[in-house]
């Protein structure tokens, strides 16, 4: 393994680390998804559902443009590994 794959490595497993106790502690965990829009990204919940949301133009905010349905989130859960 080379030390980029190991910073790589180490680096999703920080973002890991850090989605799970922010579900534990109650909060949203923020997902960026290449495919969405710059100022748009989900956000997962402790009780499983996912939105999508547009972020402010001064980022300290956002609004929910919808809940994924359950295949939607299925899908999102599946692309990026949260099962």
Known sequence: MTDIQKLEQAGTEAVRMLRINKLRKGMPFMINAKELPGNQCYL???????????????????????????????DVRKQYHLA
Do not use: C, M, Y
């Open 44 to 74: 997962e919940f402790p009780d499983g559902k996912i939105l999508l949301v547009t972020i402010s133009s001064t980022g300290t905010d956002f609004s929910v443009l919808r809940e994924l349905s359950s295949i939607e989130n299925a």
